[in-house]
């Protein structure tokens, strides 16, 4: 693959996306040539957000991002970045805590497909203490989640909630 088109994924569930991943994905699509966020579907997890739900209101905060692109997907990260003919994977550090699980899972991602690399970007001190459990939590007893998530997406849990979708 010419360099001029080097394709990365980012995984994750994004269940919901928040400011986190967004200052992550936009950094990214600073320095990448084409960014993949993509969603991981797993049948046995109970999730707040359908996957097509996230797919489509992650479109539309990454809409002015010309060069990201969101897809949905099964099974194994390696296996699906490697029918992308990806270059790397790309995932977020928040804090020491975080480095312990994304190290073991990019050496599993390593040893899945032979040179797949991954590409850590470390959060942004105003997001490292965001995550999306934080915000699944806050919103089931409640609470106002606004100041942890996009605009956009913030509008689709008031309208769940409200039961108006
Ligand atoms: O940001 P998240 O929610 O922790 O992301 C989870 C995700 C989708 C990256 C992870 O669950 C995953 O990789 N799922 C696919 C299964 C897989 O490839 N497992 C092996 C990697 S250790």
């Given at each position: 693959m010419p360099k001029s088109s080097r394709l990365v994924i980012f995984p994750?569930?994004?269940?919901?996306?928040?400011l986190g991943h967004l200052d992550i994905v936009t950094r990214a699509a600073g320095f990448f040539d084409q960014v993949e966020i993509a969603i991981g579907i797993n049948e046995s997890k109970k999730s707040l957000l359908e996957p097509e739900e996230r797919k489509q209101v992650i479109e539309e905060v990454t809409k002015?991002?010309?060069n990201v692109t969101v897809a949905t997907f099964s099974g194994l990260v390696a296996e699906y970045a490697v029918s992308r003919k990806a270059h790397a994977l790309v995932r977020g550090l928040r804090q020491a805590g975080d480095f312990d699980y994304e190290a073991r899972m990019a050496h599993a991602n390593l040893s899945l497909a032979e040179g797949l690399e991954t590409i850590f970007i470390a959060a942004s001190p105003e997001y490292s203490s965001i995550s999306s459990t934080i915000v699944r939590d806050i919103y089931r007893w409640g609470g106002d989640v606004s100041a942890f998530v996009p605009a956009q997406v913030n509008d689709v849990l008031n309208r769940r909630r409200t039961g108006t979708r």
């Open positions: 994750g569930s994004f269940d919901p996306l928040t002015r991002l010309k």
